[in-house]
């Protein structure tokens, strides 16, 4: 009897366990991104967002202010650490997986997508598509909860009479938050109400919603009017910069790019169900639930498959097309009987992602031949670190100087290690937050310069008469030296003064 009785414990707690598998599985990614996130080398535009929350504001050059914010919050109970700057991006997206997995149909795809180099590696980088993701995921719950009440209302005669607005302005004013702080985490947020607008046109009477639909952009608007301001006052040049960004100048390069990196970061299933979404969205498209994350995914992806013709687009940019088309990807799984070509794509889908992914792990540990030295970021990253790191270390006496660097990146590494005179020199590169009140190193005496060794030194040193080398410090690079750069003194004498 007490073996019986073990026994049937043992029994319920395999299928506790076996029924809870996939959030027993996001524990685990929990606990090896918080690994990772000690192990790995600081981005660099990890670094630059930090300086932001060194001194925050209502919007930046780059992004609205939110990831600032959100790395600000952290620092201030956690310290200055990388884990500390990392936390939110972890956090988010633990929350972001467990969404997904709720909206999934099945957790077969969304378990795959764990070990992709986007889900195993990216998400530990914070950036502005953490809080991104984070409000977009309940921007895109609260239209889904939208579209199921005017379904529900459009399906029944009675209500149509009685209940002309079956969503109530309270309900309305709600999402209106969730755009509005998804636009103060970055633009591409204003991709969300555009998808919402075609989910409903298509299907509900334009009365019916239209009064609750402007309520919400007009919350939302109230909450952007500070990033607006901050584009009025710079003539909208931060928000054209995001824009124009880099153009094209051959056609269909960067397509070729945008999808490449696509197919390398989440695997090929986005593109190969293409067929199958649109042969099968005239008996789909019936239910709510997928209409909603038909519409999410399919405009935005457009969007960024447009705009790839025109402009070189980073890989990261067309993440909120996946918040919904991984749910939706999973009505493949359960409404296709052909078992062999679920499984059969499912595998040349997630072949390439898994495969960049474990090959990452691995040069993590030991690295890879193929890889070069210079190709190799992460490599890079770790170097610039340690030798600005070391520069803090072995030169404090010159942190009381203004120090002039030709990139944000290079001014990020200094500000971070303590260097907070860091400036960028204008011209030299992109402009960036650092470049917005211009810096001239003629207004100080004196002032260092940090170049790579062998390069002219700008005009805008012509100001100075005395000139001498600091140090010259080696880039390493996986044990080589990928270049070599000097911290240059420069001063004036008593007669320029």
């Not at 467990?98 to 950036?127: C, D, H, N, R």
């Not at 591409?188 to 009365?207: E, G």
């Not at 019916?208 to 109230?222: E, I, N, P, T, Y």
């Not at 052909?338 to 390439?352: E, H, K, Q, Y």
Request: glycine share 4%.
């Amino acid at each position: 009897m007490k073996w019986g009785r073990q026994e049937s414990q043992f029994s319920h707690w395999t299928i506790a366990l076996s029924e809870h598998r996939y959030e027993l599985l996001l524990g685990v990614v929990f606990l090896g991104h918080l690994i990772l996130a000690n192990f790995l080398p600081p981005a660099e535009d990890e670094l630059y967002y930090w300086t932001w929350s060194q001194d925050l504001a209502w919007s930046y050059f780059d992004h609205p202010p939110m990831t600032a914010w959100w790395i600000w919050f952290s620092t201030l109970f956690f310290g200055n650490s990388l884990l500390a700057i990392r936390l939110p991006a972890i956090l988010v997206h633990l929350f972001v997986l467990y969404q997904l997995g709720q909206l999934s149909e099945t957790k077969s795809i969304v378990t795959l997508l764990l070990f992709t180099p986007l889900s195993l590696f990216g998400a530990i980088f914070m950036t502005p598509d953490i809080p991104l993701v984070f409000f977009w995921i309940l921007y895109l719950n609260w239209a889904s909860g939208i579209n199921l009440d005017f379904s529900n209302w459009s399906d029944d005669p009675v209500s149509r009479v009685y209940h002309q607005r079956p969503v109530p302005f309270t309900n309305w004013i709600l999402g209106g938050i969730w755009l509005g702080l998804g636009l103060l985490s970055k633009y591409t947020m204003a991709l969300a109400p555009i998808c919402l607008f075609f989910l409903l046109l298509t299907k509900y009477r334009i009365r019916a919603w239209s009064q609750g639909f402007f309520v919400h952009l007009l919350v939302s608007a109230v909450l952007f009017l500070p990033v607006l301001y901050f584009n009025v006052n710079h003539d909208f040049y931060p928000f054209l910069f995001q824009w124009n960004h880099i153009k094209n100048p051959v056609p269909l390069k960067f397509v070729y790019t945008f999808l490449g990196s696509q197919i390398a970061l989440v695997g090929a299933l986005p593109f190969l169900l293409l067929p199958w979404l649109a042969l099968n969205y005239r008996s789909l498209g019936r239910l709510p639930a997928f209409r909603s994350l038909f519409f999410f995914f399919s405009i935005p992806m457009a969007f960024f498959v447009f705009k790839s013709t025109h402009h070189f687009l980073e890989a990261n940019w067309a993440i909120v097309t996946y918040m919904s088309f991984w749910p939706m990807s999973s009505y493949f799984i359960r409404h296709n009987t052909f078992r062999a070509l679920v499984r059969a794509t499912l595998g040349i889908s997630f072949s390439v992602p898994l495969v960049i992914s474990g090959l990452l792990l691995i040069h993590l540990v030991h690295p890879l031949r193929f890889i070069g030295v210079s190709q190799d970021r992460l490599a890079r990253f770790r170097g610039q670190n340690e030798m600005v790191k070391t520069l803090s270390e072995t030169h404090s006496e010159q942190k009381k100087l203004p120090v002039f660097l030709p990139t944000y990146q290079w001014v990020s590494y200094f500000r971070y290690h303590g260097f907070p005179m860091a400036e960028q020199l204008p011209d030299l590169s992109r402009p960036s937050q650092f470049t917005l009140t211009r810096s001239d190193p003629c207004l100080h005496d004196p002032v260092l310069f940090f170049n790579r060794t062998g390069e002219a030194v700008p005009p805008a040193f012509k100001c100075f008469t005395k000139k001498s080398i600091v140090t010259e410090v080696p880039l390493l690079v996986r044990n080589e030296t990928l270049s070599t750069w000097e911290l240059i003194h420069f001063s004036k004498t008593e007669a320029t003064k």
